[in-house]
């Protein structure tokens, strides 16, 4: 599902599902097509379903998984590319954000992203709340920039952030806005 990434001529990416704990891989091929399994996730305190691509920052490898992590609602997380897997950040405490299903986008060393559920606006209607943008140090320090959740904001961001200049970091959501139908956002 996400796309590969090349790091100095070796490719690498996610599965969604599979491996030995069937709930997604992280992996290298070489040009040649040589494949080599990194990380399985298996338990789900280390994840499960990775479905955005991974980023490069100083050749460490970071991504997402929708589900899984101490509190069942996702995860941010480092492999290196010998195989080593850490867990930065488990969302689930509600307020931090629930099933990150976007890429993560670096700035000088710290991550962003977003969360599809979550944040500040959860409601008896809506427990899991209407996602959240947040950041993410390369230590794990998860801060939540911002949680959607008035319906004019947006909803259940989907999509990566991308840094466009002069504008901060800008993205979208598919509902919420005026007339329920999505948002450009911008923080």
């Known amino acids: 599902m996400a796309p590969l990434i090349d790091v100095g001529g070796t490719l690498y990416g996610t599965t969604y599902a599979g491996g030995a704990g069937r709930v997604g891989t992280v992996f290298s091929m070489t040009i040649d097509g040589t ?4 990380h399985s996730f298996s ?15 100083n050749g460490k490898l970071y991504g997402t998984t929708e589900s899984g992590g101490a509190f ?4 941010v997380f480092d492999v290196s590319t010998d195989g080593h897997e850490t867990v930065l ?6 307020y931090d954000g629930a099933h990150p299903a976007a890429g993560l986008r670096d700035m000088n060393g710290t ?4 969360t599809a559920d979550g944040g500040a606006y959860g ?21 939540v920039l911002h949680s959607f959740g008035n319906g004019y ?14 504008m901060g970091l800008v993205g979208t959501t598919p509902y919420g806005g005026v007339y329920g139908r999505g948002t450009v956002f911008q923080l």
């Open 35 to 38: 494949e080599k399994v990194l």
């Open 43 to 57: 338990n789900g305190q280390d994840g499960k379903y990775p479905r955005a691509p991974l980023i490069n920052v």
């Open 72 to 75: 069942r609602a996702g995860t």
């Open 89 to 94: 950040h488990s969302f689930g405490n509600g």
């Open 111 to 114: 991550l962003y992203g977003t």
């Open 123 to 143: 409601s008896s209607y809506n427990r899991g709340g209407f996602g959240t943008v947040f950041s993410v140090t390369t230590d794990g320090d998860e801060t």
């Open 153 to 166: 904001d947006g909803a259940h961001p989907a999509a990566g952030l991308r840094d466009v200049s002069g």
